[in-house]
């Protein structure tokens, strides 16, 4: 082994290389503080490989980037090492801060270690750079979002700003090009810039580190690896003894790894445990609300307060004072004293830190006391679990994932109902949960079609609510005289027969909607059913006005054939003055949404729009079932491919 | 290859003026070799700047879902989708929402309509009917029913997009976007 290990350093000089770090002395002693740097080495190296590894499967365009990533997911590990790029990213950028307060405190800035420092601060904004370049990758809604935003920030800068914007967006929009772009820094340019300047940090870590001391010399203190810094002056004060002179390796180098193995373990247990967030995929057309990550909090809150033409001074003067004044730092520090300077440093430190945590405490404070902002994110929530729960379902469409939520009558029917729908109608429950028209002047449609909802318009009072028909025409006229007539006069035991009768109208009637949540009910509610549909036709009458089935004429009232039904709602909305509906002039003010189907395009809603409303009018949509084990499914789809 | 004329003056022996010469040819060489993969990486990175939006036939006005009558003077406005082809760097995306507008019928015979981006950061407003104004969610920008700004935050007055009443009835709407963060209107695209 000896022989062979001279062989080596024969040829590769490979001792003299590792000689700064086996012959490192440490004059103060080993240090947990000192482990900031090492930390943040391994971190680096982490992120390395678990960004590498997961080109393996991650694909950059509009289409495949949202899908591939969701694939990642369900990868054997996928979810482990995804999540631990993604916590490690935020791990690097709170010890990136960490490490430059201790490098602060420790004065470890002075001559001739100036553009260690320097570089040390470069890497500070490149990090974080190539952290904001990582998110939109996923190709989800808040990074997608985040990066229209700051590209339009960038491209506030005068000159060369909406180059760069365009440059980085790739054009006017975000698109295909957004994302090879971002992933052309975030995979190659950032990484190559950042190993370069590590790389010269380390070498002149390396060059100032090894100080007479360390190599046998007279002891001389000042410009070693760690200038005295505040923790060991204290020690040199309290402590009779000077402190045992150890090496750096193994002594300090013990300690850096079981920094970095508690760190690396907090990592990997939250990544764990959560994973990294998946949005829901980006869609310009969802709701959404964008706000920074956490490290640019501080830079969002501050636009608050220079806005209009003042704005470049929160964009780029204040950002860009605050990183020249540290880089400037040590020259400014040079002449001071050792105690000036401690109070210099205390005094950056404080004002810097203080500032940083209330601007940012002030940007949360103010999100989470602002109800319509919680809402917004709440909703963003929801349509990213239920862009999950869809992708999980099945694999996706070459169209990509912005289908999956396109299609989806639980996400767009709301969005189409308070478009189209919600400034005469409601559409909330009993506990007024869902939409409430600021002014309701027609039917609040929650549970149409069913049993329930039915009944209520059968009932003499609630029919003239502005539930029902309350705030329309109908009030007065031939349906509410009709229901009115039915219990006018009569004995109380027969008025509760009156409502039994009507109820089974009502559960016949829901059985023509035929609502697919419903149909187990219906299903065992056969003859009921059958007798709510003689009374209907029969004792009833309701077909002196109404058609139902083969009785009664159309022309005078809404058909009941199929009342309810997904043909029959895409009638009525398209166009109720059909005479299957409210033919004439008996409409009230209910427009005609697709009346024109030889140009769809011509229409209110398009067709596709008309399906998905009518579906969720109905409750029809995929819901994943309670008890669900993705990885069985997972593990069974991959079977049966 | 530095300060090669340095060299000239301090080399007490030797063949300065070839020395210099091989200098040169050198540089030269260096440069022209370097030229290319330099030229033609800057002119590929730079692309995105060059890429002009082709112009789509017509007018660019779009016939809008809403009818003049279907508004009611001096209502509320109304959020419609702009539905058009994208071209999207390979792919062509045939009639995919590409933006929203709000129409608004101020008068009898005239529609003003917005585009619903907003010209601070480019978020999407939205109309509150209990306020009355456009209101925007990422900073809190807000817009009057005209779309006058109401605050400092945004730039500009929300854009206001060219409508034409055609036929007797029919809306007409040349949709654009236009530059975040300037108080000029500058078109994009
Ligand atoms: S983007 Fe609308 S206020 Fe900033």
Redo the contacts between chains.
Sequence with gaps: MQSFLNWLDARTDYRQLLAPIRMRVLPAGPRWAYSTASCLLWLFIVQLVTGLLLMLSYSPSTTTAWASVHFIEQTAAGHFLRGVHHFTSHALIILCGVHVVRVLLARAFQAPRELLWITGLLMFPLMLVWAISGNPLSGGLSGVSQIEVEGHIIGSTPWVGPLIQRILIGGEEAGHLTLTHLYFLHVGLLPLLVIGLLLFHIGQVIRHGLSVAELGGPQDDVSRWSAPNLTHLIAAHTSPLPPPRLKYYPYQTVRNMTVVTVVLGIISAIAGMHGAPLDAPADPTLPHTPRPEWYFRSLFELRRYFVGDWEFVATIIIPGAVLGFFVLFPMLNRKCSPRVSLIHRALVLLVGVGAWIGLTGMSYLRDWNDAEYLASSAETEALSARARDLADRSLLPPEGAITLLRDDPKTQGPLLFARHCASCHSHADASGQGMVASEPSAPNLHGFGTAAWISGKLDPQRIVSEHYFGKTKFTEGDMVSKIKELFDGIEEAEAAKMRDDLKLVAQALSAEAALPRAAAADHDAQAPIVTGRELLSGRLACTDCHKFRDQGELGSAPDLTAYGSREWLLGMIGNPQHERFYSGDRNDRMPAFAEDTEHPERNLLSPRELNLLVDWLRGDWYEPPTTSIPAQRRNATLAGN | MSQPHLDLHQTPSGEPRRGFMTHILAAGIGLLVGAVPAVSGLAF??D??M?K?KDGSGDGFL?M??SLE?LEVNG?PQ?V?I?MNKV????TYLNQ?V??VYLRRADKETIVAFNSRCPH????VDYK??EKHYFC???TSTFGVDGVKQ???P?RDLDALEVQIRNGGEVWLKFQ?F?????EKIP??
């Design positions: 990175f730079l995105p700047l890429r939006k016939k879902p809403v279907a509320e959020l989708k539905i999207d760097a390979w792919n929402p933006g929203a950061l480019g978020c999407a009917p209990s969610p990422c900073h605050n400092e935050i730039p976007n530059r975040a963060t300037t108080p994009v695209g």
